[in-house]
């Protein structure tokens, strides 16, 4: 098990209260700025009549792809925050008063878009954007089962990079007639900050292998533990809460019966151990995270509280 040497930042703290973010190369984490998918979005602006923009309720100030404002701002822009069911929004307003203050004028949050309110003799064009894995190819089918009551049309996964270029138009609505054009997600050419590089792979931004999974599973046992949230110890049936994420991984390992056989070989011949799987019960941990079996989080909380400027190196 490799992890990063870690101390405790305050010595009178139950938990840590930072992460050793220092020496790890967050751009070695994402595929460089994916010029050709926005370029691909540029040259069908013509197309369409608005931009929907999709991303993490979990993260609704961080890792957002500026580059969209600047190159597709031409259209007008609707910010929807999706997966509304996983995030900690009790201080919405105050996310709202935020983005407001970025000049972000239209936000929805949701886990679907209803369109009561537009025009029923016109036809229309959405393009969908966003950075990898926030729901936007979700989003489109979800439109075509409430409003066309058929399948889905665009490929979904848990994993970014389903989606590899815009794809035509992909019918949502008959009154009024609406079509979405789904398009690949795109990273901003740099990210921020190494927490904001932590808050995206926590989401699913960036393949887990890139990070490391002990790695995130680490940050993501701080994150809880600094939230308050010890739903994790109930959920894997643990003695109790820990900072450890060795003693930890260990724990869930053996509850969830995640070992395997290692030779070691001593003086008097090879010898079969059985070690935990640390690496399997970092995925189920992660895995459990993101489907919310450990309650809802706000990644944001230390922007929302001031203590760090929105994609900013700390």
Request: net charge positive.
């Amino acid at each position: 098990m490799r992890l990063f040497p870690r101390a405790m930042c305050a010595s009178v703290a139950a938990w840590r209260q930072c992460f050793p973010l220092h020496g790890r190369d967050v751009a070695r984490w994402f595929p460089g700025h994916m010029a050709k998918g926005l370029k691909k979005m540029q040259s069908s602006l013509k197309l369409v009549d608005c931009i929907i923009e999709v991303h993490d309720a979990r993260i609704p100030l961080s890792g957002r792809n500026h580059l969209f404002q600047e190159t597709l701002g031409l259209k007008p822009h609707l910010l929807v925050l999706n997966k509304m069911d996983l995030a900690d929004l009790t201080e919405q307003q105050k996310i709202v008063h935020h983005l407001e203050g970025e000049g972000q004028k239209n936000i929805i949050f949701t886990n679907c878009v209803k369109d009561e309110n537009i025009k029923q003799n016109m036809e229309y064009c959405i393009m969908v954007i966003g950075i990898p894995n926030v729901g936007k190819s979700s989003l489109i089918n979800s439109l075509r089962r409430q409003h066309l009551k058929i399948g889905k049309a665009a490929r979904v996964g848990g994993t970014p990079g389903i989606t590899r270029a815009v794809t035509s138009r992909i019918q949502v609505s008959e009154r009024p007639l609406m079509f979405l054009l789904d398009t690949p997600g795109v990273l901003a050419p740099r990210i921020g900050s190494v927490e904001t590089g932590f808050k995206l792979a926590l989401c699913g931004t960036v393949l887990d292998h890139l990070v490391g999974e002990e790695t995130m599973a680490d940050y993501l046992l701080f994150v809880l533990n600094q939230h308050r949230m010890f739903r994790y110890v109930q959920h894997y049936g643990l003695s109790g809460a820990s900072d450890d994420v060795e003693h930890v991984l260990k724990s869930i390992a053996v509850r969830l019966g995640r070992t395997r056989k290692v030779k070691v070989l001593t003086g008097t011949g090879d010898v079969n151990v059985i070690q935990p799987n640390y690496a399997a019960a970092a995925r189920d941990f992660l895995q459990a995270f993101r489907s919310g079996l450990l309650g809802p989080v706000m990644l944001d909380r230390d922007i929302l509280q001031g203590c760090l400027p929105a994609d900013s190196e700390p």
